[in-house]
């Protein structure tokens, strides 16, 4: 089995700054991706920014230039930094890891921007 484990969730004043991340454990192939997603209330759950093992990136336009994604391969975590953060950025923050039709997500992180 495959646990994640999301860190890094607060309280911040628009314009500020977050970090999130995100560790994997248990029986992960060497190759896959690992994403960034979140939820608004009341809204779907959308694809945020995604990275591959080998470190090609995607992001949603909603927060291209603001936020970066990266990971360390031998420590199996994905981080997102997430810079000049707008209150329509709140929501639940939730990490990915799939391969080859397989997926698993964590228990998710509250992100709540003020303005």
């Known amino acids: 089995q495959v646990q994640l484990v999301e860190s890094g969730g607060g309280l911040v004043q628009a314009g500020g700054s977050l970090r999130l991340s995100c560790a994997a454990s248990?029986?992960?192939?060497?190759?896959?991706?690992m994403s960034w997603y979140r939820q608004a209330p009341g809204k779907q759950r959308e694809l945020v920014a995604t990275?591959?093992?080998?470190?090609?990136?995607n992001y949603a336009d909603s927060v291209k230039g603001r936020f970066t994604i990266s990971r360390d391969n031998a420590k199996n975590t994905v981080y997102l930094q997430m810079n000049n953060l707008k209150p329509e950025d709140t929501a639940v923050y939730y990490c990915?890891?799939?391969?080859?039709?397989?997926?698993?997500w964590g228990q998710g992180t509250q992100v709540t921007v003020s303005s």
């Open positions: 990915n890891i799939r391969w080859s039709g397989v997926g698993f």
């Open positions: 248990g029986r992960i192939f060497s190759i896959n991706v």
């Open positions: 990275i591959t093992s080998g470190g090609g990136t």
